[in-house]
């Protein structure tokens, strides 16, 4: 929130979004799916108007964790050309918008993207869903799939994209390599943000990779138990909004990007 972006991001399919903004990892587990719910939450706890879309088709977790069931209903509109067209009403989540591919893939079936499907689900998926007008889109990507930010930015433009990473080793390492995929198609990296710093995986690794990179560093969420319970129960707009042992961490991260 404390930098200006380019206005009007959806403008180019028809979608009233200021900011859009990807949140991606260079490998799966790291936390991205619960910083990018934490960071909608956070967003909205400071009183903006925001959507979250789960795009996360490996594993769409969002809607669980924000204890939001049942299935998006759809309205039929007037397109162009005097068509008619339907559009996806999202969930409602305390006045947050949400829409996941999890709503329409079946519990405990597993899914085989192909590159170029993804691509094109994505865009549709953004398209036809009635987000109303938005000060932010924070969109959950499947991990290791910087080039599908590609697609969004040529066809909505992205605001730019946040990377999840843990501190340790191989993670960084995943980490370093989805920035070179995020700059190799010209999508602009807000910076890194450290999740589940603490005894287990280290500590600070992110951030000095982020120095190193000349990349901004978000802030560190430390690995606590909270955080996990929150999610499984599925009260993460509770984790950002009550008093906690990780709300503050989050906050500065929503705070920073
Ligand atoms: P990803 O989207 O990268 O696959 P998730 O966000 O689904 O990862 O997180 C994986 C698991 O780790 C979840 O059970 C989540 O609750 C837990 N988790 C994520 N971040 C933390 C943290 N900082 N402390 C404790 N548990 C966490």
Request: net charge negative.
């Amino acid at each position: 929130t404390s930098r200006v972006r380019g206005k009007d991001a959806g403008g180019r399919i028809g979608l009233k979004i200021h900011n859009i903004i990807a949140v991606g990892s260079g490998k799966g587990g790291v936390g991205k799916s619960t910083v990018a719910a934490a960071l909608a939450c956070g967003l909205h706890s400071f009183g903006c108007k925001v959507g979250l879309m789960d795009a996360d088709v490996y594993g769409p977790s969002i809607p669980h964790m924000l204890g939001a069931g049942g299935q998006p209903g759809a309205t039929e509109q007037q397109g162009g050309e005097g068509q008619k067209v339907m559009r996806m009403e999202p969930i409602d989540v305390d006045g947050m918008k949400l829409m996941s591919m999890g709503f329409f893939i079946e519990q405990g079936q597993s899914v085989v993207w192909r590159g170029p499907m993804l691509h094109k689900a994505l865009t549709q998926f953004l398209k036809d869903t009635q987000w109303g007008e938005l000060d932010y889109l924070i969109i959950d990507l499947p991990p290791g799939t910087g080039d599908v930010s590609l697609t969004l930015s040529q066809q909505v433009g992205l605001a730019g994209a946040v990377i999840v990473c843990t501190p340790q080793q191989v993670a960084l390492l995943d980490a370093i390599k989805a920035v070179d995929m995020y700059q190799k198609v010209n999508v602009p990296v807000l910076g890194f943000v450290e999740n589940m710093t603490g005894d287990i995986f280290g500590r600070g690794g992110a951030k000095k990779v982020a120095e190193e990179l000349k990349l901004p560093f978000l802030g560190e969420v430390p690995i606590d138990a909270c955080i996990r319970e929150y999610g499984d129960a599925g009260k993460m707009m509770a984790l950002l909004q009550e008093e906690n042992s990780a709300r503050d961490s989050l906050r500065a991260v929503c705070q920073n990007v």
